[in-house]
Nanobody
Framework: QVQLLESGGGLVQAGGSLRVSCSPS???????MGWFRQAPGKEREFVAG???????TYADSVRGRFTISRDSAKNTVYLQMNSLKPEDTAVYYC?????????????????WGQGTQVTVSS
């Protein structure tokens, strides 16, 4: 069983930056990790994914602004969000899967965090 602990959400003005973090517990290493988000009244959507030993993928809406990375020593995955826009406002969910390739499909992720709120004001 894997539990995902997210942190780092908050309120920021448009154009600002935030970094959210995700630390899995209960398992020493999870190869495939990703971030999804869900805005009020909308479906949960893919944001970014990463897999070890390498490989990242991003949604078109965030490519060039967001960066996903991992610190294997700390067993932590980060989502650095720059140039934030009001439309980035959502609950951001960390997800983990057992596959060896990056994925942007919800069904490829088995474990989910509780979510952290990111609010971007205009």
């Amino acid at each position: 069983q894997v539990q995902l602990l997210e942190s780092g959400g908050g309120l920021v003005q448009a154009g600002g930056s935030l970094r959210v973090s995700c630390s899995p517990s209960g398992r020493t290493f999870t190869n495939r990790m990703g971030w999804f988000r869900q805005a009020p009244g909308k479906e949960r959507e893919f944001v970014a994914g990463i897999a070890w030993p390498g490989g990242t993928t991003y949604a078109d809406s965030v490519r060039g602004r967001f960066t996903i990375s991992r610190d294997s020593a700390k067993n932590t995955v980060y989502l650095q969000m720059n140039s934030l826009k009001p439309e980035d406002t959502a609950v951001y969910y960390c997800a983990a899967g057992l596959g060896v390739e990056v994925s942007n499909h919800r069904n490829d992720y088995t474990y989910w965090g509780q979510g952290t709120q990111v609010t971007v004001s205009s």
